[in-house]
C-alpha cells in the first residue's frame, strides 16, 4: 500500500482544510526546522470533529507550537468559548500571535507562554472539559496527573504522539527518555481505574481519555 497515495485518498474525502490553516501550515514548512510537528489537516478536522461533539465551553492545550491545533479547536466553539493554550518556547510568540490574527477565530485563544505544570496550577478544580496533551513526552504521566482535578467528571483529554513512530513496541535504547517515558505513560493509563481510554492509529497516535 502506498502511503502518499492513502494520504491523499484521506485529505481528499474529509472536510476542506480552511485557506488560513493553510497558510499557517506552509508558514511553518518555510520558517521552522520541524514544521512538520504542526497537527495538520486530518487530525486538525479530528480535532475540529471531537471539539464539536463534546461542545466544551473552556478547553486546555499543552504545547502551542504555532497555534495549528489551538485554532482547529477555537473554529469548533462558539463565542463564548475559550481556548487557553500553554507554549515554553517565548521565542515563538510573536509567530504564534500572528497565526492567530490570520484566523476568523484566533480572538478565542488565550496564550500563555511559560512552564505548563506551574500554569496548570493557577487554574481551578473541575474547570476544563477538553485538555490536549501536545508537550514535553517525558513529562506526560506528570501532565496527566495535573490536568485530571482540572477536568469536570465526564470530561476530555486528548494525548498526542502516543505511539510515537511505533518505536512503543520496538527494543528501546537506553537513552531514549522520550520513548521511554511514553511506553511507561501508555502503560500507566491501560491500568488507570479514574479513566476510560482508547488509542486511534491516527498519524503518530492520538489516545482519547475519558474522566469518569
Keep these: 500500500m502506498d502511503d502518499n497515495l492513502l494520504s491523499e485518498y484521506l485529505h481528499d474525502h474529509i472536510e476542506a482544510e480552511p485557506e488560513w490553516l493553510k497558510a499557517i501550515a506552509r508558514n511553518a514548512q518555510v520558517k521552522l526546522l520541524h514544521g512538520d510537528m504542526i497537527s495538520g489537516h486530518l487530525q486538525g478536522r479530528f480535532l475540529k470533529m471531537i471539539t464539536q461533539m463534546i461542545n466544551p465551553t473552556q ?10 491545533s489551538a485554532l482547529c479547536f ?87 504522539n502516543t505511539l510515537w513512530h511505533g518505536k512503543v513496541v520496538e527494543p528501546v535504547k537506553s537513552n531514549d527518555w522520550q520513548t521511554k517515558a511514553i511506553i511507561e505513560f501508555n502503560e500507566r493509563l491501560a491500568n488507570d481505574k479514574r479513566v476510560e481510554k482508547v488509542i486511534l492509529p491516527m498519524r503518530d497516535g492520538i489516545t482519547l481519555v475519558r474522566k469518569k
Aim: no cysteine; proline share 2%.
Design 74 to 160: 477555537a473554529e469548533a466553539l462558539d463565542d463564548a468559548g475559550v481556548v487557553h493554550t500553554i507554549e515554553i518556547d517565548d521565542e515563538l510568540e510573536d509567530l504564534i500571535i500572528n497565526n492567530l490574527a490570520m484566523s476568523p477565530h484566533g480572538g478565542k485563544v488565550n496564550l500563555h507562554i511559560g512552564d505548563a505544570m506551574s500554569i496548570i496550577g493557577q487554574f481551578e478544580d473541575n474547570f476544563f472539559e477538553l485538555a490536549f496533551v501536545d508537550a514535553d513526552k517525558r513529562l506526560y504521566w506528570d501532565y496527566f496527573e495535573a490536568l485530571l482535578p482540572k477536568l469536570v467528571s465526564g470530561g476530555f483529554v486528548i494525548v498526542d
Design 59 to 68: 478547553i486546555l492545550e499543552l504545547g502551542t507550537f504555532i497555534g495549528y
